[in-house]
């Protein structure tokens, strides 16, 4: 008796499945030539039709934070390549947080997330805004909660995942989708290197051949990154809390140490820095000019050349022309002029 | 003859209803530098500590994260006490909050426990604020008054410490916490960080015996140790003294010092002072 009214159980619930059938197609992204290669968790979360679009919604949703006011585009804002134009973050009831905003871009080549690198995966990122007092001041189940009262939401959970239930897995998973998706790689320099019949100007030509010789040791690869960490002796953060990469892996050679920028869109991401120590690329270029701090661990390009990166007036405005040509104007939703 | 017989016979009695009966273990905290109990406050107010290296210190504020918990039985074999419940297996304990220093493990089978086994800290697998899934320790820990969240890290401080150092009161702040990344030591696994958990075994001076009684169990913890531990002998500094230095490279001396270093240390400042049955 036990037996049969398991068997039916199972057929029902087989039932259930057949009546709500979900189609939730895998999106295409291209994949620009030469970038380096995915992050693995990509391959585990794939963007889809519908989780882009939840994710899309959700990155814009201010019931992220606790009194509402603030949601992950508040900072991550499209037209600044999904960063803002603060020295650091600014959260709920205008809290100043320890770092500067990063741009999000082109984060499903990255194998690090976070100016120190602490986190390795983009689903795992999420839940660190949600919850710090400075930037949501929420927790995850109070989003749901509010989620929750919303048919629109339920609605789009169903067509991503197959049923309505909202679950911090499936939050980070969508909002993980949408990010996969922001891809940069429409720029001048792209299209001159596509050979679409862009060319450079002489400045950015000259521009060009600077960088390669005074920036592309660590702003290396199609992502203008090496992804690596570097204490290149910038001002420090007076902040107690920062260690830069250090306070991840607790050690010394590690210490204000941050993940070299990508240089994409850089033209819409000011101010510079770990804690936007700098107004303009040219206050940047000009500080590695005059010198930099001293450290014990100063990244040894920088130490075998007296602390510096000698630069004139005239080679600073070329690199600036060439990191200029880095600029995606289509990706912030600006006009092609 | 017959006397005897009745005592057996008592004897078996008790066991037997021994076996038969769960009870609980009550862990109490105390927390001392070296054998003086802490009174947490201000410069003033605050028990003070000399170092080993001669540098008076005392605290405001001091709290630590026990999970993890397992019992050994006398005759082998090891109890876990819902080691993968946050919920239902951890505990904050906090100075300034006497409840938090009794932590009661509820039907403990009956039996006699010779050892008990706990972590300091939470073990990586659990360590990740998950407030889903264990929504009550998410929320004891993360209380306003206890702020042990480690957001920027999503697990949880394993132990915070404020107080002042040296007699000009400088301030002392503490934190650690986890960031390891896979398990510290495999290769196949391990991707980055560090890992600030802490097994302690600790020896009953005799025998918890549950059944008919509920064991009290005094765990100590030593908090002379932080600077002059088994491992590191600390002078505070500059370098060390707050978060944005010890995380650097001196939090694990902390850790070492507080938690043992896993394998010539297995209690750091922790000793079990009394079982009382």
Redesign the interface.
């Known amino acids: 008796m036990l037996s049969i009214f398991l068997l039916l159980l199972s057929c029902n619930k087989e039932d259930h499945i057949e009546m709500l059938p979900f189609e939730n197609p895998e999106m295409h992204l291209d994949i620009p030539a030469g970038f380096p290669s995915l992050n693995t968790s990509f391959a585990k979360n794939r963007p889809t039709k519908y989780g882009v679009e939840l994710g899309e919604k959700l990155f814009n949703e201010k019931k992220f934070s606790g009194n509402n006011t603030v949601s992950c585009a508040s900072c991550h804002n499209p037209s600044m390549a999904f960063s803002d134009n603060q020295a650091q973050a600014i959260g709920v009831y205008d809290r100043v947080g ?1 770092r500067n905003t990063p741009p999000l871009q082109n984060l499903a080549f990255m194998q690090f997330y976070n100016w120190d ?2 986190i ?1 995966q983009l689903e ?1 990122q999420a ?2 805004p949600i ?3 400075e930037e949501m001041n929420s ?3 109070e989003v ?1 909660s509010k989620l929750e009262t919303d048919h629109q939401y339920r609605e789009l959970f169903r067509r991503t995942f197959g049923d309505d239930d909202i ?2 897995d499936k939050i980070y998973q969508s909002l993980a989708q949408y990010q996969y998706t922001l891809i940069s790689a429409d720029s001048k320099y792209d299209k001159v290197k596509r050979k679409q019949g862009e060319t450079f100007t002489e400045r950015e030509a000259r521009g060009l051949g600077l960088f390669k010789i005074k920036c592309a040791s660590c702003h290396s690869t199609e992502l203008f990154t090496d992804q690596s960490f570097r204490n290149v002796g910038f001002p420090l953060n007076p ?5 830069g990469r ?7 050679e ?2 204000m140490s941050f993940r070299v920028p990508s240089l994409r869109n850089a033209e819409y991401t000011a101010p510079y820095g770990s804690f936007g120590q700098f107004a303009t690329l040219k206050a940047v270029l000009d500080y590695f000019d005059e010198g930099v701090l001293e450290a014990q661990n100063l990244d040894p390009i920088l130490k075998q050349n007296e602390n510096r990166i000698p630069l004139s007036e005239k080679e600073k405005d070329d690199i600036i022309g060439f990191i200029k040509t880095l600029s995606d104007s289509s990706f912030v939703g600006l006009y092609q002029k | 003859m017959q006397r005897n017989s009745g005592k057996l016979y008592t004897g078996i009695c008790s066991k037997s209803e021994q076996n038969s009966v769960a009870n609980n273990i009550t862990l109490h905290f105390n927390n001392t530098f070296k054998d003086v109990p802490i009174v947490l406050g201000d410069a003033t107010s605050a028990t003070a500590n000399t170092s080993a290296e001669g540098q008076v210190h005392h605290f405001s504020e001091l709290k630590y994260v026990v999970s993890n918990i397992r019992l050994i039985k006398a005759e082998g074999g090891e109890i876990p006490y819902n080691i993968n419940d946050l919920d239902k297996g951890a505990a904050v304990v906090d100075q300034s909050k006497p409840q938090t220093l009794d932590y009661v493990l509820s039907n403990i089978p009956a039996g006699e426990y010779k050892q008990i086994k706990f972590g300091l800290g939470v073990k990586t697998e659990l360590n990740t604020l998950d407030e889903a899934r264990f929504p009550v320790f998410y929320a004891s820990a993360g209380a306003n008054d206890t702020e042990m969240h480690w957001e920027w890290g999503t697990g949880y401080r394993f132990t915070k410490i404020e107080g002042f150092y040296d007699t000009d009161n400088k301030e002392l702040s503490i934190h650690t916490g986890s960031t390891v990344e896979g398990t510290n030591g495999d290769p196949d696994s391990y991707t980055q960080g560090v890992d600030a958990y802490r097994d302690i075994i600790l020896t009953l001076p005799n025998n918890a015996m549950v059944g008919r009684t509920a064991p009290r169990i005094t765990i100590n913890a030593d908090f002379d140790k932080l600077l002059s531990g088994k491992t590191n002998t600390i002078t505070l500094g500059d370098d060390n003294a707050t978060p944005s230095a010890h995380t650097a490279v001196n939090m694990l001396l902390f850790v070492d010092n507080l938690g043992g270093d896993g394998s010539s240390d297995i209690s750091g400042m922790f000793s079990v002072s009394a079982v009382k049955n």
Do not use: M, Q, Y
Request: proline fraction near 3%; aromatic fraction near 4%.
């Open positions: 320890l690198g602490n390795l795992k839940l660190v919850i710090t007092h927790s995850i189940l749901i679950t911090p902040s107690i809390e920062e260690a250090a306070r991840v892996t607790g050690a010394e590690d210490f």
